[in-house]
């Protein structure tokens, strides 16, 4: 080194040079003059022209609650009094390694000792045409939020790019300062990367409620330009939001230039050891712009343990190092209490524990492992995320908590009221359980007295949580205190472990409260878990279609794996594919078409199903929208012989052909075909149209089946050829055509409506009693009607071929696979990726 | 960049609940899951029953349900959960997976481990 020097007799001091004026720079700098103050002689360059301040906090700035005189963190003073050299405003343009200096924009020469690299990191711009525009800013420093403050001055309206901390936190400022605010995130939910889905969901309906447009999903295209000045967002969809400013917010890059330059060693970030040295041991770094065990952080509270280490390395002094951050996060917008830290990804070693609040709007959940807490979610209520974070970090054995852990420190802490029926028994009798109903714990407990002994009678009976279920645990608990653990009983099946509501009472609550997204219904109905199971997902999904149709998206990952493909998932992973053929009737174009797919795409077999259509097997799932292309092309849609919808409707040749036939039974079945088809339903659902007595379409066996005969036609329902054969209940008879139609439309309703999910017609029919389904429907003179036109207008949303979508191209990543590892064969194995 | 993890290219390509898969020349398919919290596991593609595609699935609470006979298999450690005597015990390899900078990496060594030997 060039410019060696030393301690040598306490006289001459090692000149510490240090790029960067941020939070990282500053604090290092703090941390060494705490340990040894007369040891270097300190220069600080800094990018911006001002003193060193709290850059978290730019976002309360925007949003108007704090000046920039509240966000200093080090006044000039500071630097003065420590005999620190601030050069502001000249940036650092190049590391002289060999000559150990640093060489500023201006040409001013800085020699050093030891360098401290503190370069934070760079707002990420995404490469989309108009990104360079005036008008599209970043949010980052001071400068930024100034642009920001300009524009939201004359009003107007602004697109943040951006759904993560930091683009809510501009769009926020923005918002209170009066603009017109869409926020555009790329995936599915907000804050993706700390929050679940139930916790975004959340977020997102708030910020909408504040008048926030909020697109997720949505990717954007370009900026769109109008007088040199930005003028919106064009989306992929092709979509455009109008902009009078635009600000990217999408992520941070370690800004390494200099050290790249300067030959340092830098992958994502500078590659730093324990005690935050580079490659070159003269120069540390520190902050946003390293890499440390194969980690990036973008939060500042890593930053303090940083310095530490750094600090204690560069005076030398014995410390453990530096072991890397677990990192929690908090949304600076206010009134919105939101923190997560850790690992919330649950699985199976781990447990769930999962608090709703509805009525609160509040939304918890702990993640615990091992008898230790490693993730947190809070939304609504945050005031215990410390004392997670807490428990997190010190990985504290919470058993003896466990119950009321979920509670917060200070149930949790309470001794006696850790039990949770301990604390329902100090309750006194006119304390409040239900608040959706008034009812307090002396009436629950007269109501048990008096023969509830199930929640599920309770709820009957005098109604405690019979709305929300948020008092359901408080329920239990009076049981159980009431009758003794042993004599609670069971109530009715709830519809799966997540839940304590029955399926009628999911139903209900549905459509009572206006519940229209999964997330919301486990939200209001306080499921027990993040985001359900196999069982309630799918089930959920239904309820919500049939209760909003044209209104609810189907939610595709909430759908078993064959109505997600549109094809019949066989044992080996190939699919098997069933076009439809109206009443079973075909012709030779058709026959042709999947005569020449089972040769095309070389189908092990095609068979004659049950259901009178043909079935073409060992379909891949990469070849299935071409197969579809194929059959789409000779007029076939798709059979959905894969669904919880209508199947198949199998006709006889009737009086068309017959001697015995005594009504068009062919045509009767191809228009109920034309009119069922595409609607999902509780269960598969088959139905048979004989025309005669003979019944050769084996109508009697079906959920719905019509008989032809002399003077009119039977209807049928509830048959089953399954696992237990159940032959069909007589509905009524009918003259018309028409009537058999209507019927038939009404009955496919009231069952879509009632029955639980999974739960063919036959065993809903011997649930309810045959004689509620003749009430229902027949009652009322209107009823058949009002059903049928219910399900007329549901079939407006349903009836457009699944398969042609995905034909011209739609969801392809459902089909396609990520990539293909190829090794190459040995002696070097090397591989690459397709 | 050469070295142990291979790039398997941006998260966005699995949006959240859903599973896409990586064949391997002469080794098992690789099933890359992205859970509804954002996380991010890979398993060798087969039910530890009866070789069901995992990546058909159902994704839930950090758990894929198969979509052969609905075994609920744990995408941290490839563990059956239920309690019978055919599940306890059964697992299907997990690989090794990272995100960085918005791109899904594999351990190379565990994909390539999956070849036949």
Known sequence: MNFESGKAGGQIRERLVVIGNGMAGCRAVEEILARDPGRFDITIFGAEPRVNYNRIMLSPVLAGEKRFEDIVINDEAWYADNAITLVSGDPVAQIDRANGAVIAKSGRVEPYDRLLIATGSDPFIIPVPGAGLPGVVTFRDLDDVEKMLAAADGGGKAVVIGGGLLGLEAAHGLSLRGMDVTVIHLMPTLMERQLDEAAGYLLKSELERRGQTILTGADTAEIVERDGHVAGVKLKDGREIEADIVVMAVGIRPATGLARAAGLEVERGILVDDHMVTSDPAIMAVGECVQHRGTCYGLVAPLWDMCRALADAATAQPGAGYAGSVTSTKLKVSGIDLFSAGDFSGGAECEDIVMRDASRGIYKRVVVKDNRVIGAVLYGDTADGSWYFDLLKKGEDVSPIREALIFGQAFASGGALADPNAAVAALSDDAEICGCNGVSKGAVVKCIESGAHSVDAVRSTCKASASCGSCTGLVESLLAITLGDGAVEAGPKTLCKCTSFTHDDVRRLILEKELKAIPQVMQELHWTTPDGCASCRPALNYYLLCAWPGEYIDDQKSRFVNERLHANIQKDGTYSVVPRMWGGITSPKELRAIADVVEKYDAPMVKVTGGQRLDIFGIRKEDLPAVWADLNAAGMVSGHAYGKSLRTVKTCVGSEWCRFGTQDSTGLGVKIERMTWGSWMPHKFKIAVSGCPRNCAEATIKDFGVVCVDSGYELHVGGNGGIRVRATDLLCKVATEEEAMDTCAAFIQLYREQAHYLERTAPWIERVGLDHVKAALFGDPKAVRRYAARFRFSQQFMQDDPWARRAAGKEAELHQHLAEVRPFPAPAPQEEIA | ?117
């Open chain 2, 1 to 117: 960049m050469h070295g142990e993890w291979l790039d398997i290219g941006p998260v966005d390509q699995i949006a959240p609940g859903n599973a896409r898969t990586l064949p391997v020349r002469g080794g098992e398919e690789i099933a890359i899951f992205h859970t509804l919290d954002n996380r991010f596991h890979a398993l060798v593609n087969k039910c530890p029953h009866k070789q069901g595609p995992l990546s058909q699935g159902i994704v839930h609470g950090g758990v894929v349900t198969c979509p052969l006979h609905n075994w609920n298999i744990s995408l941290k450690t490839g563990e059956a959960q239920g309690e019978s005597a055919d599940e306890r015990g059964a697992c299907v390899p997990v690989i090794p997976l990272k995100v960085d900078a918005g791109r899904i990496y594999l351990l190379r060594s565990a994909v390539l481990g999956q070849k036949a030997a």
